[in-house]
């Protein structure tokens, strides 16, 4: 059984920082891409980052570029998401996903975790 596990998300005010992980588990993941979508309310959900597991090569959409950092952990089989200078934009419901390496459309991820929520205050 795939399960991605998200956490810590949270309330922080504008120009502060979170980490989110994301941990998976119930089968290899090597092939794939660890990503990042995020999606605020009435808004469809976006990409924002994804590393390619075998390779740890990182992307990014251009609005997080310099501000967010994702990393991965083997040993861990987790996922990072260092989120740097937020801004009220960045508040979203944030959910880990695996899909196709390079891809940045959410439907060639095909696992997903629950989400975890990130409020940014003004």
């Known amino acids: 059984q795939v399960q991605l596990v998200e956490s810590g998300g949270g309330l922080v005010q504008a120009g502060g920082s979170l980490r989110l992980s994301c941990a998976a588990s119930?089968?290899?993941?090597?092939?794939?891409?660890m990503g990042w979508f995020r999606q605020a309310p009435g808004k469809e959900r976006e990409f924002v980052a994804a590393?390619?597991?075998?390779?740890?090569?990182?992307y990014y959409t251009d609005s997080v570029k310099g501000r967010f950092t994702i990393s991965r952990d083997n040993a861990k089989n987790t996922v990072y998401l260092q989120m740097n200078s937020l801004t009220p934009e960045d508040t979203a419901v944030y959910y880990c996903?695996?899909?196709?390496?390079?891809?940045?459309?959410?439907?060639?991820?095909?696992?997903w975790g629950q989400g975890t929520q990130v409020t940014v205050s003004s």
């Open positions: 119930g089968r290899t993941f090597s092939r794939y891409a």
């Open positions: 590393i390619t597991w075998s390779s740890g090569i990182p």
């Open positions: 996903a695996a899909g196709r390496p390079g891809s940045r459309r959410y439907h060639e991820y095909s696992y």
